[in-house]
């Protein structure tokens, strides 16, 4: 278990950027990839980004693809979702998730996480 904290949520206009921060807690964080999920009114979780251990590998969903970007800063335990050119589509809240598994392989599906932050909100108007 690995104990994360969310914070950068907020309401923005369509369009604008938001700046996601994860911090970890532990010596450990650095062993684990770390996702990016979120969760609409009414709808299942979803994926949205996943970064490596190492930070050298990374995969989005098609659909914030080339507008979101995750990174890490291992020294520092944490993780960053950067979100450019909102939509109101974006608007969820979002989850940062510890990959259940070590080593270089990483998932996609909540099931493959095993540590959870609170959430912090997103709402992106129209």
């Known amino acids: 278990q690995v104990p994360l904290v969310e914070s950068g949520g907020g309401l923005v206009q369509a369009g604008g950027s938001l700046r996601l921060s994860c911090a970890a807690s532990?010596?450990?964080?650095?062993?684990?990839?770390m996702g990016w999920f979120r969760q609409a009114p009414g709808k299942e979780r979803e994926f949205v980004a996943v970064?490596?251990?190492?930070?050298?590998?990374?995969y989005y969903t098609d659909s914030v693809k080339g507008r979101f970007t995750i990174s890490r800063d291992n020294a520092k335990n944490t993780v960053v979702l950067q979100m450019n050119s909102l939509k109101p589509e974006d608007t969820a809240v979002y989850y940062c998730?510890?990959?259940?598994?070590?080593?270089?392989?990483?998932?996609?599906?909540?099931?493959?996480?095993?540590?959870w932050g609170q959430g912090t909100q997103v709402t992106v108007s129209s």
């Open positions: 998730a510890a990959q259940t598994q070590l080593g270089p392989i990483i998932f996609n599906s909540p099931a493959d996480f095993g540590s």
């Open positions: 970064i490596s251990w190492s930070g050298v590998s990374t």
């Open positions: 532990g010596r450990t964080f650095s062993s684990y990839a």
